[in-house]
């Protein structure tokens, strides 16, 4: 059974920082570029980082350039968010997501989904 597990979610006041993990099953975790989503409250769901297979390669959304860190580590099937100087505006439900891309069009396709993990900043 493949499972995406999200943990490290909470309660931070703003400028705190929070890290979290995706623990990867079922799956050759190694193989897949992973993705970080989010979904705030009455809003639709936003790409916020990516990272290739082998984690050579990041990549992120304009607002999380230079406050988060995506990383991962194949041998624990575990993908990571470093999340710091945390503002109101991260707030959401925060999703990781398995990715391929299409081998001649370059178009991405979502495969494996975590639950998420609710992430809150206010002081």
């Known amino acids: 059974e493949v499972q995406l597990v999200e943990s490290g979610g909470g309660l931070v006041q703003p400028g705190g920082s929070l890290r979290l993990s995706c623990a990867a099953s079922?799956?050759?975790?190694?193989?897949?570029?992973m993705s970080w989503f989010r979904q705030a409250p009455g809003k639709g769901r936003e790409w916020v980082s990516a990272?290739?297979?082998?984690?050579?390669?990041?990549y992120y959304q304009d607002s999380a350039k230079g406050r988060f860190t995506i990383s991962r580590d194949n041998a624990k099937n575990t993908l990571y968010l470093q999340m710091n100087s945390l503002k109101p505006e991260d707030t959401a439900v925060y999703y990781c997501?398995?990715?391929?891309?299409?081998?001649?069009?370059?178009?991405?396709?979502?495969?494996?989904w975590g639950q998420g993990t609710q992430v809150t900043v206010a002081s």
């Open positions: 079922g799956f050759t975790f190694g193989s897949y570029a």
């Open positions: 990272i290739n297979s082998d984690g050579g390669r990041t």
């Open positions: 997501a398995s990715y391929t891309v299409v081998a001649g069009t370059g178009s991405v396709e979502y495969g494996y």
